[in-house]
């Protein structure tokens, strides 16, 4: 250690071996200062960041997590509404786009890369060109036929976002890449132009991404929804219960993110205190879905595939039929059935569900028609996975519809215990004060 003094000190002779010795140590521990301590004062306006653990609680605490809508209007073809300076998606468009960077260095392990969009092409002969008035960034691709997160995460976030949970905007697109490595996961390979039919890219939910410095994966966990937050207990449940709906095993806290509106750091404080106007708990990767769940995420069995879903009861306890009850009896406790991924601390594992809970989802699900149910797997083209070759698109949509409205069935006909039953119950049957509420179930949700 005298060595490394000493050598400093000649290389720096301005300073003193009292400021060197100081600042070496800081300079190796800089991780741990950076979450802990005050930051150093700078010319540069102050990272929008959550600078103590309690800041960051109150913005989960305070955030929303649901918006009312009438479920029945919403269009799952086109998904949600797009903003208007960047890219107009539509269903199969053909994107083409410059490679930017390999998906290794994005971290995760579904294949994807970054790219900047040149073009877009839709089935109508309509052709969207680069112009000043497009302020598009880099945008994430997933890619490969056999990627089933192309398939699943399309199905989940638009089913999510048609309720009114907060999630990213997935669309279907096919996707030729420029300039573009053999294998733009990893970067690897001969350049030049690659062409990937089975492809999807991200709109990101608005708002600033916000976490505590130095944890920029830091996310939410279930465990904070269900402890922390301040909404509901049935917007909770009712969000959780759809965890389980969609078997979204892969459920770490990175998979969530907390975005604030509005975000104020007041450097007067330290450490300096960090506010939002406003703030959402969004479900940001809903990939491994559709599928059996279980501890390794797997592929093949947990991300759409119609056997294993089929095959995963939504009850793991209670969920007993109002049909079913005596007279006076009060229904068990229920238990949603969903087994985490080993990865998932603090995730959602066979979460127990409110009445409540059960009774806002039901009549929400209750409300998707026929059409919108098999638009959810259209868009989703779960008929382009490699196990569906030959086989029509109508039957492939029609079998994953009939085990959808037989799953939303077991939520309908179910009773569970009430936790916490709201003075006026409208607030779970009929959220978005509509005249009437749709009941496109054969049971009834309450």
Not at 60 to 86: H, R, T, Y
Not at 365 to 389: G, H, T, V, Y
Request: aromatic share 8%; glycine share 8%; charged share 25%.
């Amino acid at each position: 250690m005298d060595t490394q003094f000493r050598s400093l000190h000649l290389g720096f002779v301005s300073r003193t071996t009292a400021v060197m010795a100081l600042s070496l140590p800081l300079f190796f521990s800089f991780n741990a200062w950076g979450q802990t301590s005050t930051p150093a004062a700078s010319s540069d306006a102050p990272k929008q960041e959550f600078y103590s653990a309690q800041d960051r609680q109150l913005a989960i605490k305070q955030a929303s997590i649901f918006k009312a809508k009438n479920v029945g209007e919403a269009d799952i073809m086109a998904g949600p509404k797009q903003k208007k300076d960047l890219f107009q998606f539509h269903f199969k468009d053909k994107v083409t786009c410059e490679f930017e960077e390999p998906g290794a260095k994005m971290g995760g392990n579904t294949p994807k890369f970054l790219c900047k969009i040149i073009k877009v092409e839709s089935a109508d002969g309509t052709v969207q060109t680069l112009t000043p008035d497009i302020k598009e960034e880099p945008v994430k691709v997933k890619f490969g036929s056999d990627n089933r997160e192309v398939y699943a995460e399309i199905a989940s976030s638009r089913l999510l976002w048609a309720l009114g949970f907060y999630t990213d905007a997935w669309f279907p697109i096919q996707v030729t890449c420029t300039n573009c490595p053999a294998n733009p996961e990893t970067g690897s390979g001969a350049v030049g132009l690659q062409s990937y039919p089975q492809a999807s890219i991200v709109r990101k939910f608005d708002g600033h991404k916000m976490y505590e410095m130095g944890k920029d994966d830091e996310g939410w966990s279930w465990k904070e929804l269900q402890n922390l937050n301040g909404r509901p207990s049935y917007e909770k449940d009712g969000l959780r219960l759809m965890g389980a709906f969609i078997d979204h095993s892969d459920n770490k806290p990175p998979q969530q993110r907390l975005v604030c509106h509005g975000v104020n750091v007041d450097t007067s404080t330290k450490p300096y205190k960090t506010t939002c106007k406003e703030s959402d708990m969004v479900v940001q990767d809903v990939g491994a879905t559709f599928g059996g769940g279980g501890l390794f995420t797997n592929n093949t069995t947990a991300k759409a595939n119609l056997h294993e879903w089929s095959n995963t009861h939504v009850w793991n306890k209670g969920g007993v039929r109002a049909d079913k009850l005596k007279p006076n009896q009060q229904p068990p406790e229920c238990q949603a059935k969903l087994t985490k991924s080993l990865t998932a601390k603090d995730g959602l594992d066979n979460p127990t569900i409110s009445e409540e809970g059960r009774r806002f989802t039901a009549g929400l699900l209750c409300q998707l028609s026929d059409q919108q149910i098999a638009d959810l797997f259209k868009a989703a083209r779960f008929a382009e996975m490699p196990e569906n070759q030959g086989k029509s698109e109508d039957a492939v949509v029609q079998a994953w519809v009939a085990t959808f409205k037989q799953k939303r069935e077991d939520v309908a006909a179910a009773r569970c215990q009430w936790h916490n039953q709201p003075a006026d119950l409208a607030v779970i049957d009929n959220p978005a004060g509509l005249p009437t509420v749709t009941n496109n179930c054969t049971a009834s949700p309450r």
